[in-house]
């Protein structure tokens, strides 16, 4: 596997396109972080980090709304990749869908909103822009 963030973006796409509930993931640093991320700002219902062999696992439950069984998340798209790095200064944040998504830095202070971003004055690596 070439770009182990993608694969979780994608587990928890397909999650969400197939109605799962849950969805397990191969765990590491990053991906625990960016989980957590999306748990913090309620795309996600909850998670769980499980250290079963090797490398462990994180299960994280998917979010919908009780009534029209409409998905939190819309839209979950990578932008920087091993082949093409994305990386923006202070001045040049992005703001997805108007400050109501949220983009995932990877910034020299760790993992971060653009929001949270902005208010530290940093930037960093674009990861994924959520909404």
């Known amino acids: 596997m070439t770009d182990p ?3 979780l973006l994608t ?3 397909n ?4 109605n799962h509930k849950v969805v397990e993931i191969p765990a590491s640093n990053m991906k625990k972080s960016i989980t957590k991320i999306l748990f913090e700002k309620g795309y996600i219902l909850n998670y769980k980090f499980e250290d079963e062999g090797p490398q462990g ?9 009780p009534e029209t069984k409409q998905p939190a ?3 979950i798209k990578s932008i920087s990749t091993p082949g093409l790095r994305k990386y923006v200064g202070k001045d040049e944040l992005p703001r997805v869908l108007n400050g109501l998504g949220i983009a995932i ?3 020299s202070q760790g993992l971060m909103t653009d929001k949270e971003a902005r208010v530290r004055n940093i930037g960093g690596e674009v990861i994924c822009y959520v909404y």
């Open 57 to 65: 696992k994180i299960k994280v439950a998917l979010k919908y709304h």
């Open 5 to 7: 963030i993608a694969d």
């Open 11 to 13: 587990r928890i796409r």
């Open 105 to 107: 830095l990877s910034t």
């Open 73 to 75: 998340i819309k839209v």
């Open 15 to 18: 999650g969400i396109k197939a």
